[in-house]
C-alpha cells in the first residue's frame, strides 16, 4: 500500500511563505505523478499542482501560478509544495496525492492514493 503524510501546515500573516512537505511510504513514488489539491470549508476539492515522474514538467492551477512552486525529491520520496505571496483565500487543507500515470495529471480523479491533509491558515 501507500501511503502519504503531509505536514508544513500552520497560520502564516498575507504576504508570507509556507512550505509543504509529503512523505510518501510505500513503493512506485519515484514511476508517479504527484499533485497537490486544497479543500476551503463549503468548498470542493480543487487542483493546485502537479508533477510528472521526473519533475520535468509542472502545471499550476491558474489561481497560484506565479506564487506557487511544486517540487520533489524521489530519493527522499517527498514532494514540496513551495506557498509565496500567501493570500487570505488560501486557506484551505491541502491534500497530497499520487497519480494513477507518470505525466502531469490535473484531475482528481487520476489520483489514486491520498493523504489526510494539512490546515493552511493565512490571516489578513
Known amino acids: 500500500q501507500v501511503q502519504l503524510v503531509e505536514s508544513g501546515g500552520g497560520l502564516v500573516q498575507a504576504g508570507g511563505s509556507l512550505r509543504l512537505s509529503c512523505a510518501a511510504s510505500g513503493r512506485t513514488f519515484s514511476s508517479h505523478a504527484m499533485g497537490w489539491f486544497r479543500q476551503a470549508p463549503g468548498k470542493e476539492r480543487e487542483f493546485v499542482a502537479t508533477i510528472d515522474w521526473g519533475g520535468g514538467s509542472r502545471d499550476d492551477a491558474d489561481s497560484v501560478q506565479g506564487r506557487f512552486t511544486i517540487s520533489r525529491d524521489n530519493a527522499k520520496s517527498t514532494v514540496y509544495l513551495q506557498m509565496n505571496s500567501l493570500k487570505p483565500e488560501d486557506t484551505a487543507v491541502y491534500y497530497c496525492?499520487?497519480?494513477?500515470?507518470?505525466?502531469?495529471?490535473?484531475?482528481?480523479?487520476?489520483?489514486?492514493?491520498w493523504g489526510q491533509g494539512t490546515q493552511v491558515t493565512v490571516s489578513s
Open positions: 496525492a499520487r497519480g494513477i500515470a507518470s505525466g502531469v495529471l490535473v484531475a482528481t480523479t487520476a489520483y489514486r492514493y
